[in-house]
């Protein structure tokens, strides 16, 4: 269950807990960075619930950085990325994605009512109209390919959330693990839904450029925290690109990285925060700080080569407000999903509290209908008739 993005994301999640920033600022900085694509509800919609979801994320027992601010006050510790006007971020150290994951990991593993099948796949949904069943199109259940087994089996469902992730594998080059190949987004498309704005891909602008660690990123909270972006001769270029600097957009900052890679010929441009303190580096990136020491390098001391990379998918399956999709049942929520918050280009740290706000408005949807909802005790078993097996 850990091979999905949540588990590698590092910078947090966006909420706002600071008195001096606002919900509309907030909206107002997802529109910006959006390039004027994005649904104005939606992104309303998913600002104006934030705070209550990461609450009930804290409350399952997800432990966000605290600090203790000047007046002797303890309070979240919130750091500022790309794109953002205020710092809104709240994180666990580098590692935000494993501890949200973790944690709701071992309640889902521990629920006596919830069973979790790993080592299984979703090839495809099963929809009643194209069974021949009777009533209106709905799904009605999914083929699941059971790696242990070497089988294909068939699993009755009243609901279905689609939570497969993007599509960012088809790059050379990207932060995403092998598993995000788009599956959930041609499901969808098979079944009969809508899908859109597929050709908004983000770049993280900072990948590690090392041959053994092809898909590393590094967050963009270093940035937050006062990394530089420089050329090999050590010159840094981006307040030549936008006044805000290394704090642009992902969109803003990944073109401009290319851009002096391409004019100079480089292989890489470089990311430095060895002018902060090593103590602070430590203690913030502390993930990252470990696993760039194993690979010969030392944050602290010196600039780190990245590269550009494909990041996230900002279009998928066409959902509203509850995730529900074209086809009655039939939910996705996160990066599969179209909602309209990202637009043609994603904040930082908006694509957790995505999956927090629309996982939790379609479980209370889910919940609604349950009861109206009528299983089909039949189900045809998946067709092997053109499966080649395995030699």
């Known amino acids: ?131 021949g069943l009777p009533g209106p199109r709905r799904v009605v259940g999914a083929w699941i390919w059971n790696r242990n087994k070497e089988w294909v089996e068939t699993c ?73 972006l420089k050329r090999p001769d050590g010159s840094r270029f981006m307040p030549d690109v936008d006044e805000r600097g290394e704090l642009a957009p992902r969109d803003i900052v990944a073109r401009a990285i290319d851009h002096e890679m391409k004019r100079l010929g480089a292989d890489c441009m470089f990311l430095d925060i060895s002018h902060k303190p090593d103590d602070f580096v430590r203690q913030h990136f502390p993930m990252i700080y470990a696993k760039l020491l194993d690979l010969g390098m030392d944050l602290t001391k010196e600039p780190i080569p990245i590269v550009p990379a494909a990041h996230y998918t900002c279009g998928g399956v066409v959902v509203d407000d509850y995730g529900r999709t074209d086809v009655d049942g039939l939910y996705a929520i996160g990066e599969v999903s179209y909602t309209g918050l990202h637009g043609a280009n994603r904040m930082a740290s908006n694509s957790l509290l995505e999956c927090l706000v629309y996982g939790w408005s379609a479980a209370m949807d889910i919940d609604r209908r349950m009861p109206s909802v009528h299983s089909v005790d039949a189900l045809p078993a998946w067709d092997e008739s053109r499966v080649e097996k395995r030699r």
């Open 1 to 131: 269950m850990s091979e999905g993005s949540t588990f590698y994301a590092q910078g947090g999640i966006a909420a706002v807990f600071d008195e001096t920033d606002s919900i509309a600022s907030h909206v107002e900085d997802t529109l910006i960075a959006g390039a004027g694509i994005c649904d104005r509800h939606a992104v309303e919609f998913v600002a104006s619930n934030a705070r209550t979801c990461v609450q009930w994320l804290i409350d399952q027992g997800v432990l966000f950085d605290t600090h203790v601010q000047p007046n002797g006050k303890e309070s979240y510790h919130l750091t500022r990325e790309g794109g953002h006007s205020h710092r809104r971020i709240l994180h666990a150290a580098d590692a935000t994605g494993k501890e949200v994951e973790t944690t709701l990991v071992s309640r889902a593993q521990n629920h006596p009512n919830i069973q979790v099948l790993e080592r299984s796949n979703a090839v495809d949904l099963i929809i009643s109209d194209k069974m």
């Open 156 to 228: 009755h469902a009243k609901s279905v959330v689609l939570a497969t992730g993007g599509a960012s594998k088809v790059y050379q080059y990207t932060t995403n693990p092998d598993i995000s190949s788009g599956d959930g987004i041609a499901m969808a498309w098979r079944a009969g839904c809508r899908v859109a704005n597929l050709e908004f891909n983000q770049f993280h602008p900072t990948a590690l450029y090392h041959p053994q660690a092809r898909n590393f990123l590094l967050t963009e909270a270093l940035r937050g925290e006062g990394a530089y």
